[in-house]
């Protein structure tokens, strides 16, 4: 394999935009936004050497690190909405076994929205995380209304067996 070097500034200019726009389409907050186009080229800039050309485009590349770093907001966001709502639901005596139980659905969860496809975690994402419904998705996605709602059924199908 042939070392190549990039331009950072290149890569920042080129796909900075594109960057902020799919994370804006996930995220509601310009703040969060903004620390996690922020937290991509960190990642992207760390990993630079790593990128194989022969494996993918940088394109490729660099969507995919913006699509894991979203899920991982999600999941860390999930993860303290679900200690603050543990902590509302608590009794006096704080029941530890029901936040263990709670911990590991929300884990189990979790991993199987890593199974899922690009487009599939995107919609689950967008539906239940950001409370969109599946006819602003459709818009969102450029595609139609009926096949939305027949992967919306399909990927909850999905979900179900592998979170068993």
Known sequence: MMTRTYD??????????????????HVGQQQDVEDLAQAVFIKVYG??????PE??????????????????HFRTMSHHQHEELSETLKDERGDVSEKVVLEEE???????????????RDLIILHYYKNYTLLDIAEM??????????LHAKVLLKLKQLIR
């Not at 950072?8 to 389409?25: C, L």
């Open 8 to 25: 950072k500034e290149q890569i920042y200019d080129t796909y900075y935009p594109k960057v902020v726009q799919y994370i804006r389409s």
């Open 141 to 150: 996605m450029h595609t139609p209304y009926g096949r939305i709602k027949r």
């Open 106 to 120: 929300l884990e189990e969860l979790a991993n199987a929205l890593e199974k899922l496809s690009g487009a599939e």
């Open 47 to 52: 990993k630079l050497d790593l990128f194989d």
């Open 55 to 72: 494996k993918s485009g940088i394109s490729t590349w660099i969507y995919n690190i913006t699509r894991n770093t979203v899920i991982d």
